[in-house]
């Protein structure tokens, strides 16, 4: 191998090795963070914690008979976290804020259907968390649906999908 074509290579290598390490430590808030990059972390944190209640209300669905509480726990944490999501897109969160961020950038340049959108999910979360706190088992698995959709259809226009 040439001299050249080691040095590539070496780069190369370094070069992956850098962007797997910045890729892999996304989940790190840098220090010193400005308060775009904080609220891009707490808002990916947020997800997080929301994905949790719709995995837990769902598993918990799919029991024969499913525990009331754990139902209605899981729906009250999405109801809460879905009041919440239109404060936890500040200008300038987005992937100059967090390299890893879904967020697209028509939650900004379209704010007015973001804004229908995030409603939309708090009008069918609100649903969900009252036929939950009410014990309707029929009920919440009929609204947990509409809940997901709601949630779907905001991620078709304003959540671009990380590969890898």
Request: glycine share 10%.
């Amino acid at each position: 191998m040439s001299k050249g074509a080691a040095m590539a290579v070496a780069l190369g290598i370094g070069a992956a090795i850098a962007a797997g390490g910045a890729f892999a430590h996304d989940d790190v808030m840098p220090k010193n963070a400005s308060a775009a990059t904080k609220a891009a972390y707490a808002r990916h944190e947020n997800f997080e914690t929301l994905g949790k209640a719709f995995k837990g209300l769902n598993d918990e669905l799919r029991k024969g008979s499913p525990d009331k509480a754990v139902l209605a726990t899981n729906a009250r944490t999405i109801n809460t976290l879905a009041t919440g999501l239109p404060t936890w897109f500040p200008r300038g969160s987005g992937v100059q804020a967090r390299p890893m961020s879904e967020a697209r950038n028509e939650i900004w340049t379209d704010a007015a259907g973001f804004t229908s959108a995030a409603a939309n999910l708090r009008a069918e979360a609100g649903k969900l968390n009252t036929v939950a706190a009410a014990g309707d088992i029929d009920a919440v698995k009929a609204q947990a649906r509409q809940t997901f959709l709601a949630c779907k259809g905001c991620h078709e226009k304003f959540r671009q999908e990380k590969k890898g």
